[in-house]
């Protein structure tokens, strides 16, 4: 072989070692780089941007195509996928559901009285009525007092205890309020409508009391004639005003508040 020859086949040799070489360096770069990426992504805390980088990583290796708009599609074997986060209520909503509980809950109250009470519904002496601050039975002072007197008659007793018995399974704060027609009285243990009506109320209260009714929850009431729901100018109309009136209250007390004063 001429001298010409062994050049050429010793150049084109060392050329094919330099191309080795190069891959070789390249790979080595190459897993260098992952080496850093990996060490850098367990150092971090971050188990967003830890799942991203790993699902880059596998699919750089395995050579997998992208989502579009650059999100990564990883598909790991046996993994379950990741399990929403319940999001927490907003304070706002979760006021507006206690309330509408708490009303469902005074209307099942109301709805018990009502049946235990369904004779006196029949005949009309007994009315439910539904308002901003609750629901209110509504009883006609026949049913429960004679005219001019403040004693529960005999028939209303069992009734009364009735109501009782239903409202010392809840917690409600209940009111009692009294009221009367136009007509005035005067005697001596009543001088005006005022003190007939409050002692109605507060007759009602204490058969309450006595029936475990907690007597914190219970606030007796008498308006006169102050609050009339029909006209007093017909009979049947004085009739309806003169009544007693159970409120099961949604507006539970709140701790007081004191105000400071301006020099304060």
């Not at 195509?65 to 986060?85: S, Y």
């Not at 439910?128 to 005219?147: H, K, M, W, Y």
């Amino acid at each position: 072989m001429s001298r010409r020859h062994r050049r050429r086949g010793r150049r084109e040799e060392e050329h094919d070692n330099h191309e080795r070489w190069l891959v070789s360096y390249a790979d080595f770069i190459t897993l260098l780089f992952a080496f850093f990426v990996v060490m850098y992504a367990i150092s971090s805390v971050n188990e967003g941007k830890y799942k991203v980088l790993s699902n880059a990583l596998v699919n750089a290796f395995n050579n997998r195509t992208a989502q579009a708009g650059g999100q990564p599609i990883a598909i790991i074997q046996g993994a379950p996928p990741p399990l929403p986060k319940p999001s927490a209520r907003p304070p706002e909503k979760l006021a507006d559901t206690q309330k509408i509980e708490q009303r469902q809950k005074m209307r099942n109250i109301a709805a018990e009285i009502m049946n235990a009470l369904q004779p006196l519904v029949a005949q009309g002496k007994v009315r439910l009525v539904e308002t901003s601050r609750g629901v209110t039975i509504e009883i006609n002072d026949s049913v429960l007092f004679a005219p001019g007197l403040a004693n529960l008659q005999a028939d209303s007793v069992s009734a009364m205890r009735a109501i009782a018995a239903v409202l010392a399974h809840s917690d409600f704060p209940i009111t009692v309020e009294g009221h009367t027609d136009n007509i005035p009285i005067a005697t001596a243990q009543f001088p005006s409508n005022w003190e007939l009506s409050a002692m109605r109320a507060t007759t009602v209260l204490r058969l309450f009391n006595d029936g475990g009714v907690g007597a914190e929850r219970l606030t007796a009431i008498g308006y006169g004639e102050t609050r009339p729901v029909e006209t007093n100018t017909t009979a049947e109309g004085r009739a309806r005003n003169r009544r007693v009136s159970i409120l099961i209250d949604s507006n539970r007390p709140e701790a007081p508040t004191e105000l400071a004063g301006e020099g304060h």
